[in-house]
């Protein structure tokens, strides 16, 4: 047996031709076969790394997502007191109601760049007909931090603190920003870990109108 490179090596390789005998009996050369056989088997290894890539991106992504608030979370109910001393329910509220929370800290640059999308929002669902709507900051500072912030950047919807960590957990309050869309049993209808800019204000407000679940991870920062 030997190896032969023609005009086609330029596209395809080298081809292995038969001894004489071997191509007398055969009626013929596989010189070509190899090659396209080559071929077929780098196409099918390009496409099944292709899919497996896939494959591993999504498993990451829902690794990730498991850690954030995402569809399917059912997150339990506390009571806290606003900063304005009002005792407020977080996680469950009348029939077809629905929460907003926006957990943030202080030194977070996202949750700056967040801040006019929230207070957008707040705006809107304080609006007739939005009555059955709560939206409430939940801020990962101290009280006196979070104090300041609340009063040097004019936020106007309620804002309150977890309980304890454990509370702070269960809600995966793991990182800042966050943007939560509860309905009336707890069960997370929408979540978004990043900033909120731009259009995602309108996939918050589908989810709070429709129910829509949702979800997506874009840059966080860690919660202190």
């Known amino acids: 047996m030997i190896?032969?490179?023609?005009?086609?090596?330029?596209?395809?390789?080298?081809?292995?031709?038969?001894?004489?005998?071997?191509?007398?009996?055969?009626?013929?050369?596989?010189?070509?076969?190899v090659p396209a056989a080559l071929l077929a088997a780098l196409v099918l290894v390009g496409v099944l790394g292709v899919k497996n890539s896939r494959l591993e991106r999504e498993v990451r992504r829902e690794r990730v997502q498991e850690k954030f608030p995402h569809?399917?979370?059912?997150?339990?109910?506390?009571?806290a007191a606003t900063l304005a001393g009002d005792s407020v329910t977080i996680g469950t509220t009348v029939p077809g109601g629905r929460q907003v929370l926006f957990y943030f800290n202080s030194?977070?640059?996202?949750?700056?760049?967040?801040?006019?999308?929230w207070k957008t929002i707040a705006t809107r669902l304080r609006a007739p007909g939005s009555s059955e709507v709560g939206v409430f900051g939940i801020s990962l500072d101290s009280v006196s931090a979070?104090?300041?912030?609340?009063?040097?950047h004019g936020l106007d919807f309620p804002v309150l603190r977890f309980p304890n960590g454990k509370t702070a957990a269960m809600y995966r309050a793991i990182g800042?920003?966050?943007?939560?869309?509860?309905?009336?049993?707890?069960?997370?209808?929408?979540?978004?870990?990043?900033?909120?800019?731009?259009?995602?204000?309108?996939?918050?407000?589908?989810?709070?109108r429709e129910g829509k679940p949702d979800s997506l991870i874009v840059a966080t920062r860690r919660g202190s």
């Open 71 to 79: 569809p399917g979370m059912v997150v339990p109910a506390f009571r």
């Open 146 to 152: 979070t104090v300041r912030y609340v009063a040097a």
């Open 107 to 117: 030194s977070c640059p996202y949750c700056l760049q967040s801040l006019q999308a």
């Open 3 to 33: 190896w032969s490179c023609g005009r086609a090596a330029e596209t395809i390789g080298c081809g292995v031709m038969l001894p004489d005998f071997a191509r007398r009996l055969g009626g013929g050369t596989v010189r070509g076969f």
């Open 176 to 208: 800042v920003p966050i943007t939560v869309v509860l309905n009336d049993d707890g069960d997370v209808l929408y979540g978004r870990a990043g900033a909120l800019i731009g259009s995602a204000v309108d996939s918050v407000m589908a989810a709070v």
